[in-house]
């Protein structure tokens, strides 16, 4: 199928990276090359970009799409979590510009084979490194009652999350369970009628915990924030755009963490624990899209972009 993802707050990150001849950047999560692409457009003629992307077949397309940049990007197959040893690696002692697009791609969503959608039967994978790791499937057929609640409770905030557990350790002592359709089945029979949302499919919030489980979203993300900043050069900008309250809280409260001064206790006549800023956060609140790019694109009406520069 066809590559199709539309970048988030597109205008509104890149120029928030400060754009400039001669500067570095990365992409930690390429997707569509979107950003990849306006950010080369606006650092021309010889901004340079590592673009980071752990799904080979994003890789692949982003090869084609930003191949008339020549030298001035290189595409690399990571997670993002290996940034430190991805510019190691290269010899890149610091860069001028970080931006991150989490989540899920529209073209991994669209693409039932990913097992991404909820909509569309296929086998339950949601890996987003289709080489490495757990399946959904194996957790959802290996992971205890308790295992699955505090997924679908923590990750989903499901609050049929129990109920929903127990339908599936049930269900699969009578078959394996293999595709979305099949766990779309198990939450419909688990999540009452009547306390179905009407604008919300019921299946939503599982699948979202399922994918950040399977990929251990959050665990990589409150890993690769302070290495992030350590990355960057001084007064080089952190960009990072979030799709669900999850996220945006990690975010938001790594950065706060990492502005902050000195800890002493107020009393103490001088500061002791010489703890300074490593950075200073530009948006105090998120920049969200306007009202015509949800129009437009009704997958941004959830994204929220935070950005920091550091001292």
């Not at 197959?77 to 860069?95: D, P």
């Not at 790791?133 to 905030?157: H, M, P, R, S």
């Not at 129990?162 to 999540?191: D, H, M, P, W, Y």
């Not at 665990?219 to 309250?245: D, K, M, Q, T, Y």
Request: glycine fraction near 8%.
């Amino acid at each position: 199928m066809e590559f199709k993802h539309i970048s988030v707050l597109l205008e509104e990150t890149v120029d928030m990276l400060l754009p400039q001849q001669g500067k570095v950047f990365v992409d930690c999560t390429m997707g569509g090359a979107g950003h990849s692409r306006y950010l080369l457009e606006q650092s021309a003629p010889n901004g340079k970009l590592i673009a980071i992307d752990q799904d080979g077949e994003a890789c692949a397309e982003g090869k084609r799409r930003l191949a008339e940049f020549g030298d001035r990007v290189e595409i690399v197959q990571a997670n993002f979590s290996e940034l430190s040893t991805v510019l190691a690696e290269r010899g890149i002692s610091g860069v001028d510009g970080i931006m991150m697009d989490l989540g899920v791609s529209s073209y991994q969503l669209d693409n039932k084979d990913r097992g991404f959608s909820y909509m569309q039967d296929a086998a339950l994978d949601m890996r987003m490194n289709p080489t490495v790791g757990k399946t959904a499937a194996d957790i959802l057929n290996t992971a205890t009652e308790d295992e699955l609640n505090d997924i679908f409770w923590l990750y989903g905030e499901e609050k049929w999350a129990r109920r929903i557990a127990k339908f599936v350790v049930a269900e699969r002592e009578n078959e394996s369970i293999e595709t979305t359709g099949q766990l779309v089945a198990i939450i419909k029979k688990a999540v009452p009628a009547g306390a179905r949302q009407e604008d919300q499919h019921p299946a939503k919030r599982c699948f979202q915990a399922l994918r950040i489980a399977v990929n251990d979203e959050l665990g990589v993300l409150e890993r690769v924030l302070p290495a992030a900043v350590a990355c960057l050069n001084p007064g080089g900008r952190l960009c990072v755009i979030s799709f669900h309250s999850l996220e945006d809280r990690i975010v938001k409260n790594i950065m706060k963490e990492l502005a902050k001064g000195c800890t002493c206790p107020p009393q103490l006549p001088v500061c002791v624990c010489g703890k300074k800023p490593q950075i200073k956060i530009i948006s105090r609140k998120p920049i969200l899209p306007g009202a015509a790019e949800i129009a437009a694109n009704p997958r941004a009406r959830s994204a929220k972009l935070r950005v920091a520069e550091k001292f």
